[in-house]
């Protein structure tokens, strides 16, 4: 190990076997390198009594046995993936009988970011880590990398790393990761809130006595006042701050097209409150171009 490797808070990163996963560990081990991380690749067996329950003609050992396996393959695989981009990482792997979501809440006190691989989808043909990404982003208190190839052909280092501005507690956090990412990879950063007229003055059918100019103007002014104390900790990432009316989901979305990550806050609060994610983050999960990083 390295002596220079923080190992107090390692990057974690679900493994299933998929190509997803397969580049996101790869993904792991370029960014461990940059922030001097270890790396744990975690594989979460299938429940065996499903195996049990089909007629299949053998023991509970015999299929846990085969189960193992096929896991350890895919951690091998992770490792030369990992290995290839950062020989000297300090990496080791994890296979555990919990379940994805139960195994990362359970570290995630202790992890840097927890990165899962996940394809663009809708809800209901979200199957990746068996289908419990949104459920691991509900569940752990770490930020959560959502990893899937990005769209465009030329996606290349010097793509900005786009945050969404809401005001809430949780955006806050966004903002700041977005800037601790960009500073280290070197990238620009885009702010942008998107704010619709029923949100800023509540009176839709008076839109003939809204002094449009003005309003834009506050809003504008607005979202520099909220990033700049935060921007202003970060002298070398220069950041643009976009202010625009319609809906944050799309205007995100169209802005992941030429980003190199979108970071956006998570409202969720844990099992007991907040069971489900604000719905632009799920929206951003499910549909966004580049990879997607969840902070709570």
């Not at 569940?139 to 052909?153: F, T, Y």
């Not at 921007?231 to 625009?244: E, L, N």
């Amino acid at each position: 190990m390295d002596e220079s490797t923080n190992d107090a808070m390692p990057i974690y990163v679900g493994i299933d076997g998929s190509v997803p996963a397969l580049e996101a560990a790869r993904w792991a081990g370029e960014y461990a390198a940059r922030i001097r991380r270890s790396v744990v690749l975690v594989h979460s067996l299938p429940d065996v009594t499903w195996y049990l329950g089909t007629g299949v003609l053998a023991g509970e050992q015999e299929i846990l046995g085969e189960l193992r396996e096929v896991g350890r393959q895919a951690l091998d695989a992770a490792e030369r993936a990992v290995r290839e981009v950062n020989p000297s990482i300090d990496l080791r792997a994890v296979q555990t009988r919990k379940s994805v979501t139960d195994y990362f809440e359970s570290v995630s006190d202790d992890a840097h970011v927890i990165v899962v691989g996940s394809r663009r989808s809708s809800a209901l043909t979200d199957l990746v880590l068996g289908g419990e990404v949104i459920r691991v982003c509900n569940s752990v208190e770490c930020p959560v990398l959502v990893w899937r190839a990005h769209s465009a052909d030329d996606a290349d280092a010097d793509m900005p790393v786009v945050v969404g501005v809401d005001g809430t507690e949780s955006s806050n956090h966004a903002l700041r990761a977005a800037f601790e990412f960009a500073d280290t990879v070197k990238a620009p950063v885009i702010a942008t809130h998107a704010w619709q007229i029923a949100e800023s003055v509540g009176v839709g059918y008076a839109a003939g006595l809204i002094d449009w100019d003005r309003l834009r103007s506050d809003q504008r002014q607005w979202l520099r006042d909220t990033v700049n104390p935060i921007a202003d900790s970060f002298a070398d990432v220069a950041v643009t701050c976009a202010s625009v009316e319609g809906q944050a989901a799309h205007h995100l979305r169209t802005l992941s097209a030429s980003a190199q990550l979108v970071v956006v806050g998570s409202r969720g609060r844990g099992k007991m409150a907040g069971a489900l994610l604000g719905s632009v983050s799920q929206n951003m999960i499910h549909h966004a171009q580049c990879p997607v990083l969840v902070v709570h």
